[in-house]
């Protein structure tokens, strides 16, 4: 099956810093998901860039689809960034396969 | 707001005493799943339905099982619930065809004593 690694594994960051999470995945996909989980185990939607790039504030994402990668951009880190950072694939059907995470703590 | 939504958040039971974990959506999507995150793991999938459709992972341990009584209701049932039945259980929503983005609910942390 599809391989989805996710690096760094962990990250410290000061707050107002900028960071990349990359997610790389072993075959081709038909839907990548980017999603924050907050401290109380919420799993919150980020993106769906399955390619391209898109933006949303502080953060975006750029997805490779033939190089089989996508980053994740913080600009400007706050400390309600803190948390695990998750990159999910689905390569058809309906069994999303999810990365081991990036975890984030960003100081005040 | 459209939305889902786990009952409880939290969860106590006992070793090999049955529980049952729910999840409701607003959001009239045709597909619901259920992981299940251990501690410092990603969520991994137990099981989806497709409308009444259900679909088990074929790791999926004989002891969960789960109802879909209707579009808007999902429910994780554990039939014996062991220690190492202690975890996070994430429930989702997608609408099939609709590019399969997937909305989660707050979760339940589940505790086995």
């Known amino acids: 099956g599809i391989q989805v690694e996710q690096s760094p594994p962990d990250l410290i960051l000061q707050e107002g810093a900028n960071s990349t999470l990359r997610c790389n995945f072993s075959d081709s996909v038909n839907n990548l998901q980017w999603f924050h989980q907050n401290p109380w185990g919420q799993l919150i939607n980020l993106f769906y860039?399955?390619?391209g790039t898109k933006q949303n504030g502080r953060l975006s994402a750029t997805t490779v689809a033939t190089e089989r990668y996508s980053l994740l951009y913080i600009s400007s880190s706050q400390t309600t960034d803190s948390g695990v950072y998750f990159c999910?694939?689905?390569?058809?059907?309906?069994?999303?396969?999810f990365g081991a995470g990036t975890r984030l703590f960003v100081k005040a | 707001d459209a939305m889902v939504i786990q009952n409880p958040r939290y969860q106590v039971t006992q070793f090999g005493k049955p529980v049952t974990l729910s999840c409701s959506q607003t959001?009239?999507?045709?597909?619901m799943y259920w992981y299940q995150q251990k501690s410092s793991q990603a969520p991994k999938l137990l099981f989806h339905y497709y409308d009444k459709d259900f679909n088990n992972e074929a790791d999926t341990p004989d002891n969960f099982q789960s109802r879909r009584p209707n579009t808007s209701f999902c429910f994780l049932d554990i039939r014996s619930p062991g220690l190492g039945d202690a975890a996070m259980y994430l429930c989702?929503?997608?609408?099939?065809?609709?590019?399969?983005?997937?909305?989660f609910g707050a979760g339940t942390r589940l505790s086995v004593l």
């Open positions: 999910a694939v689905n390569t058809g059907g309906f069994k999303t396969i």
């Open positions: 989702a929503t997608s609408r099939a065809g609709d590019k399969n983005i997937q909305y």
């Open positions: 860039i399955p390619s």
């Open positions: 959001l009239n999507h045709n597909v």
